[in-house]
Structures are given as structure tokens and as C-alpha cells.
Nanobody, 119 residues
Framework: QVQLVESGGGLVQAGGSLRLSCAAS??????????MGWYRQAPGKQRELVAA???????NYADSVKGRFTISRDNAKNTVYLQMNSLKPEDTAVYYC???????????WGRGTQVTVSS
């Protein structure tokens, strides 16, 4: 069974940094993922894409995090990271890791990790 496990969330002051990790139970190829992404959901709001990285290494970011967040991956560890700098209170949310899969297979989601930024 394919699993994604997030870690690295916590409480940080505005202006601080956190690094989230998402460990997959297999490589992007073995889990049939063509992209890995980080989403977030704040209370009362819809889940939104924060950043994504494709198998080819292309990345995209939400406008609200461009220049502050960086998505990367370590293929040897089957892990995707989200480095978050210059955090703002509005970044407070539960952050979820996602594997977007090929061939009509259902996406895989992690359970989420809470990020709280205090002002």
C-alpha cells in the first residue's frame, strides 16, 4: 500500500522558517506519480495547492508563496521537502503531501502536518 508521511510542522514566529518532509513508500516511478505536491488547508477555507514538482523536476508555486517557499526532492530517500522561509500568520494551515498519479489511478494524500505561525 502506497503511503505518504509528512513531518516537520510546528509553531513558529512570523519571519521564521520550517522545513516539511514527505516520505513516500516508494519512488515516484514505482508509485506511478507524475508529480508530488504540497497543499494546505486553513480553517474555513478550501484546500489549495502550495507547490508541486514533476518527475522532470519542473516546479510551480502559488503566487502567495513565490520567493518564500521552495519545493525539492531527494530521489534516493523518496522524500519531498518544502522549505518555508519568511513565514506569515496567513501561512497557518494543515499542510498535506500529495502524489498525483498516472493512468487514472487515484491520488494519494498524507494525513497532514500542522503549521502555525504566530504574529
Amino acid at each position: 500500500q502506497v503511503q505518504l508521511v509528512e513531518s516537520g510542522g510546528g509553531l513558529v514566529q512570523a519571519g521564521g522558517s520550517l522545513r516539511l518532509s514527505c516520505a513516500a513508500s516508494g519512488s515516484m516511478l514505482s508509485i506511478n506519480a507524475n508529480a508530488m505536491g504540497w497543499y494546505r488547508q486553513a480553517p474555513g477555507k478550501q484546500r489549495e495547492l502550495v507547490a508541486a514538482i514533476t518527475t522532470g523536476g519542473s516546479t510551480n508555486y502559488a503566487d502567495s508563496v513565490k520567493g518564500r517557499f521552495t519545493i525539492s526532492r531527494d530521489n534516493a530517500k523518496n522524500t519531498v521537502y518544502l522549505q518555508m522561509n519568511s513565514l506569515k500568520p496567513e501561512d497557518t494551515a494543515v499542510y498535506y503531501c500529495n502524489a498525483r498519479r498516472r493512468y487514472g489511478l487515484p491520488d494519494i494524500w498524507g494525513r497532514g502536518t500542522q503549521v502555525t505561525v504566530s504574529s
